[in-house]
């Protein structure tokens, strides 16, 4: 096995190509054009970031726009000197690549804030999300062929669906400083072989790796934009993924495409007009200092800082769930904070302790917090999530005829044994586990009397009260029993109600009054005249 890399940089030189345009030399022309859309890029991007620097009226956010607009200055300066300095190239590209991972995740972060202004209520928000949507392709399309099950089904939890995406994106930050490292470790003992494909060397595996870690931070990322562009849409958040996408996008694979078309299948070859470090080299250098230049024109209508200074039209934080009818909270402007011409902005901005605690919260949730997510409260059932077919089903109830406590033991269990309910529908209610309805006995207490009023004369034989039975009723008959007796039967009058057993159920319908058939008794007359002093003192006389 030839362990032996071939062609490197570092062996070739250019000198003795052809002229393409006057005087020069695709390289020199290479760096002239490079050169000036260098500087146009410097222009437009320092210019856009001193100016959010100046209006650091919301550092949270602008901190991420800063880091993100200062992604364009250094690839366009990598990118001119891997022209210049070809055969150190690989350290130039390497190094303006693990920027990217940090602009992706600054990305990321600043539709966090947009969402919420601190992480712990950016987790109430998601705890919160509804609807969840599902995954875009390809995802979906393992969820339609194999169903919900595995990595690629739609979580019920919005938290656990945003911690997904937080360790999607951030894990990027992790291989591509991992993978920088690597290269230059390897280049530096000549095991990483830019020039060569051959997985005998680190430069495939390389490539391999940070290709699939990227797809994966910007699926990620496309998933967010899915779930957020209507809440966020204020915000211009498509216009911001593609400023992000497309520079990712055709500074990595265009690198890839060339390389495999100079080295692996040979589609282009050098010619005398173009040496073999202009193909590898220069031709995707020269193309991304151009890109840069558009680009940095572009993000002054992606990342405008218009919306940042202090008399800027008011923006709102988006609420989780629009059906909750909560009014969205104002989205205030602070003080000035960027310091001295900006200085303290961008010192704000290069700091990257915030990603490195970032990137460590989404590995203690992927090896601790995973195995607890049953747990948060965003699984448990919302109070809308009722079943509203027809026929509608208590809440709770397992099925339509189940009553609402049916899925707890207990209250089934107080039931049985309360109200004398059987274990089984075929047992039969045993006497010793009789329960208050069962062993209810009649009540006793007659009706209550009526005060007389004092307007009326209750001497009179129409205000006395006739216990004589009614001339004619109609029988009601107690399927479940009542207060009173258990399988009573309960006989309607409009002037009371009689049981069937002994006693009486008074309290439903008072007795009324009706024609006077018999004199009281004497007790009943000490008892009147106790109660209410002697009403008739010639009739109370004559009855003591």
Known sequence: MNLTCNSTLEDMRIGSEEKIAGPLTFHQLALIIAGASTIVAYIASFYLMWRH??????????????????????????AFLCIWYYWHAVYFQVLSDCYEAFAIASFFALMCHYVAPDLHEQKEFFRNMRPVKPWVWPVNWFAKCGGERGPWRTPTSGLTWFNIIWIGIYHYCFIRVA??????????????????????????????IEAIAVTIAMYCLIQFYVQLREPLAEHKPFLKVLAIKLVIFLSFWQTIAISLGTSTLHIVSPTAALAYPDLKVGVPSLMLCVEMALFAILHLWAFPYSPYVENAKTSFYPVPDPSM??????????????????????????????????????????????????????????????????????????????????????????????????????????????????????????????????????????????PSPPAAYTPYDGAGGDLGAAHARYEYDPRGVQSGQSGSTAGWNEPQPGPRHAQRSSTQVRVGNALWGDRNPQGGAAAR
């Open 179 to 208: 993978m920088t490292i690597t290269a230059v470790v390897t280049q530096y003992f000549e095991r990483y072989c830019e020039s060569s494909n051959s997985p005998i060397f680190a430069h495939i595996w390389v490539i391999v």
């Open 325 to 466: 009818g909560v009014p969205p909270r104002e989205n205030e402007h602070g003080p000035k904070m960027g310091g001295f011409m900006g200085l303290k902005a961008f010192g704000d901005a290069l700091n990257l302790w915030d990603v490195i605690k970032a990137f460590g919260r989404g590995m203690r949730w992927l090896f601790v917090g995973v195995k607890n997510r049953h747990t948060d409260p965003s699984y448990q059932p919302k109070p809308d999530d009722v079943d509203t077919s027809y026929p509608m089903k208590p809440y709770g109830a397992a099925h339509p005829s189940g009553k609402s406590t049916d899925h707890l033991p207990i209250a089934t269990e107080f039931r049985r044994s309360t109200f004398g309910m059987p274990k089984t529908t075929d047992e039969p209610v045993p006497e010793e586990s009789a329960g208050l309805i069962t062993n209810a006995q009649p009540n006793p207490a007659s009706p209550p009397r009526r005060q007389p009023s004092p307007y009326l004369d209750p001497r009179q034989p129409q205000y006395q009260y006739d």
């Open 53 to 78: 620097a100046l209006n650091y009226t919301k550092p949270r956010e602008q901190r991420h726009i800063i880091r993100i607009l200062f992604m364009v200055p250094i690839y366009a300066t990598s």
